[in-house]
T-cell receptor
Framework: ETGVTQTPRHLVMGMTNKKSLKCEQHLGHNAMYWYKQSAKKPLELMFVYSLEERVENNSVPSRFSPECPNSSHLFLHLHTLQPEDSALYLCASSQVYRTGHNEQFFGPGTRLTVL | LAKTTQPISMDSYEGQEVNITCSHN???????ITWYQQFPSQGPRFIIQ???TKVTNEVASLFIPADRKSSTLSLPRVSLSDTAVYYC????????????FGQGTELSVKP
């Protein structure tokens, strides 16, 4: 596969469930990102990893827990979510983090519904 | 980070040229201007990026006046498949990872 892939594409979970979103990039990039896009709202940056180290956490509730085991994989672990967490969760990667011309490549997203 | 303002929606017809203008009055010296395109239920896709004057690639052109307080994305001869949301972003060259997305412009291309 090429580019940025995300699994699952769709997820329905209850508020007491624990689930994980997976992102994989096949571009040899060193930075990876999680974004949240709620209906009719702009994308919100959640977390940034650079060289497997978390460098940004934009005041995200602890019920969202990111993990970056290597530069190609990024996970978002979910537990005790709320219905308002229902959204499209997008993963992205870029060659490096802090530089100009920093084009980000996005995956197709996971459509999450919390019941 | 500089805030951007762009029209919420625009309509066009196939074959027309579309120009979407973005205002960024408090753009800083280190800031680049970048445009992304997003189709429904997909992640955004990079279109074009520039610092000043004019940039052109196979997809679009980006016009930036001397004061850099605005920019215009130009899509030549649009087709139905160009129907999407277009985001204008302004970001510090030294904080390239901090993309701040606004509401974007929802472009609808009609036959």
């Amino acid at each position: 596969e090429t580019g940025v892939t995300q699994t699952p594409r769709h997820l329905v979970m209850g508020m007491t469930n624990k689930k994980s979103l997976k992102c994989e990039q096949h571009l040899g990039h060193n930075a990876m990102y999680w974004y949240k896009q709620s209906a009719k709202k702009p994308l919100e940056l959640m977390f940034v990893y650079s060289l497997e180290e978390r460098v940004e956490n934009n005041s995200v509730p602890s019920r969202f827990s990111p993990e970056c085991p290597n530069s190609s994989h990024l996970f978002l672990h979910l537990h005790t979510l709320q219905p308002e967490d229902s959204a499209l969760y997008l993963c992205a990667s870029s060659q490096v983090y802090r530089t100009g011309h920093n084009e980000q490549f996005f995956g197709p997203g996971t459509r999450l519904t919390v019941l | 980070l500089a805030k951007t303002t762009q029209p919420i929606s625009m309509d066009s017809y196939e074959g027309q040229e579309v120009n979407i203008t973005c205002s960024h009055n408090n753009i800083a010296t280190n800031d680049y201007i970048t445009w992304y395109q997003q189709f429904p239920s997909q992640g955004p896709r990079f279109i074009i990026q520039g610092y000043k004057t004019k940039v052109t690639n196979e997809v679009a052109s980006l016009f930036i006046p001397a004061d850099r307080k605005s920019s215009t994305l130009s899509l030549p001869r649009v087709s139905l498949s160009d129907t999407a949301v277009y985001y204008c972003l302004v970001g510090d060259v030294y904080q390239g990872g901090k993309l701040i997305f606004g509401q974007g412009t929802e472009l609808s291309v009609k036959p």
